[in-house]
T-cell receptor
Framework: KNQVEQSPQSLIILEGKNCTLQ??????????LRWYKQDTGRGPVSLTI?????NTKSNGRYTATLDADTKQSSLHITASQLSDSASYIC????????????FGTGTQLKVEL | SQTIHQWPATLVQPVGSPLSLECTVE??????LYWYRQAAGRGLQLLFY??????ISSEVPQNLSASRPQDRQFILSSKKLLLSDSGFYLC?????????FGPGTRLTVT
């Protein structure tokens, strides 16, 4: 069964600090991995998308890494801001799936003063 | 540019009542369309997807149904709502890898 697991489930950090969120997946055959940011009560917004041949991708203060061999990904947030408070969702697509996605349950990040 | 609309934004319905949620996409043609449900503390669950007018694939057996009467319109329906239908419903569209999500509808069944 295709699964995506994220850790930690929730995280509280101080503004200006860095943090790293983890994602492990068992989706096969793998096509691509995305990280989404979802503000409370809103739809998810894409941060990065990586195919199996890419091992890092950045979007501003967000940097995603991918190890297709160990089936792990991480999202690193640098110099966090209050507006980074949201749920971060790891999503994996498998080949032949008609662009259907398998979603993790997300890491709830709260950035405090 | 492309935009995706969903309405209503919030909805409170009694058990056994019908449901109709609408999603429309602007600025693109022949997109793939998706309905997801997000229950509290759980990941998004794909309910239906459509690759064209009148073409609907169901991912999860349930009392919901979907229709695509026009190229950029996707409707989620139910004849009789259950308490378990409560959740956050998201419509999405894609062309290629990327999926773009709508603002969502918060449904509470009482």
């Amino acid at each position: 069964k295709n699964q995506v697991e994220q850790s930690p489930q929730s995280l509280i950090i101080l503004e200006g600090k860095n943090c790293t969120l983890q994602c492990n997946y068992t989706v096969s055959p793998f096509s691509n991995l995305r990280w989404y940011k979802q503000d409370t009560g809103r739809g998810p917004v894409s941060l990065t998308i990586m195919t199996f041949s890419e091992n890092t991708k950045s979007n501003g203060r967000y940097t995603a890494t991918l190890d297709a061999d160990t089936k792990q990904s991480s999202l690193h947030i640098t110099a966090s801001q209050l507006s980074d408070s949201a749920s971060y969702i790891c999503v994996v697509s498998f080949t032949g799936g008609g662009n259907k996605l398998t979603f993790g349950t997300g890491t709830q990040l709260k950035v405090e003063l | 540019s492309q935009t995706i609309h969903q309405w209503p934004a919030t909805l409170v319905q009694p058990v056994g009542s019908p449901l109709s949620l609408e999603c429309t996409v602007e600025g693109t043609s022949n997109p793939n369309l998706y309905w997801y449900r997000q229950a509290a503390g759980r990941g998004l669950q794909l309910l239906f997807y459509s690759v064209g007018i009148g073409q609907i694939s169901s991912e999860v057996p349930q009392n919901l149904s979907a229709s695509r009467p026009q190229d950029r319109q996707f409707i989620l329906s139910s004849k009789k709502l259950l308490l378990s239908d409560s959740g956050f419903y998201l419509c999405a569209w894609s062309q290629g890898y990327e999926q773009y999500f709508g603002p969502g509808t918060r449904l509470t069944v009482t």
